[in-house]
């Protein structure tokens, strides 16, 4: 009887080695979720840069989602009024820092209209611009859901935004997003997942080995 009870009192524990190895091929598959992802981003910045490289104008999506093949594509919409104006901070195409201004159009009798960025200026006053027919470069709104609202399922599609190649009176154009400012972290994001599942790894081990050796 003496011998026996520290010999079981020695044994590997089962249950917390079973939920350590769950948690860990979590991170695991967490980290190879994320490889694909950067090569799923690095594909679509490829597609991006194919875009930006396009002189023929295409129609502009009114409606979202906006397909990834119409971003960063040359198009024209006709802005019957500013119903609203956003101010954003941002800069021009010298680089040179300001407030963007961005009107949120009317393009008919109904729909949601369209977002068209009419150019930067230096302080918050929206110009004396009341719409017209805008010729520019389709981007992402300045409203996109984040990851975790994505993940959830319940995020709504973000709308696009016109870039205006001329600004309205009194501004200055705005700088036109690159496909190269896309994020595309889900490298260091993989590499993250491994290190956190090598380390829970290590640190389980050395502690069921310290108290197996007590």
């Known amino acids: 009887m ?16 079973i939920i350590v190895l769950a948690a860990v091929a979590t991170m695991i598959a967490l980290g190879l979720w994320q490889l694909q992802r950067k090569g799923e981003k690095e594909a679509l910045i490829a597609l991006y840069q194919r875009n930006m490289a396009m002189s023929a104008t295409v129609a502009y999506p009114e409606l979202p989602p906006v397909p990834d093949t119409m971003l960063y594509r040359k198009s024209s919409v006709t802005c019957l009024e500013p119903v609203r104006w956003d101010q ?7 680089g040179k820092g300001g407030i963007r201004m961005i009107a949120d ?16 200026a ?9 719409g017209g027919i805008v010729q520019g470069t389709i981007v992402p709104g300045p409203d996109q859901p984040s990851l975790i609202v994505r993940l959830t399922g319940k995020a709504v599609p973000a709308r696009a935004m016109l870039v205006a190649d001329t600004p309205a ?16 972290n889900h490298l260091a994001y993989a590499v993250q997942w491994f290190l956190f599942a090598a380390a829970a790894l290590i640190i389980y081990i050395i502690a069921v080995r310290r108290r197996l050796e007590a």
């Not at 159009?105 to 930067?120: K, N």
């Not at 230096?122 to 009341?130: A, E, G, H, V």
Request: proline share 14%; with cysteine; glycine share 10%.
């Open 122 to 130: 230096d302080d918050f006053k929206p110009p004396l611009w009341k």
């Open 88 to 94: 954003r901070s941002g800069t021009d195409r010298a």
């Open 105 to 120: 159009c009317r393009t008919g009798a109904e729909g949601p209209g369209v977002l068209v960025d009419v150019g930067t």
């Open 169 to 184: 009176p009194g501004l200055r154009a705005s700088a036109v997003p690159s496909a190269a400012d896309t994020p595309n």
């Open 2 to 17: 003496t011998d026996s009870a520290p010999a079981a009192g020695r044994r590997w524990p089962i249950i917390p080695t």
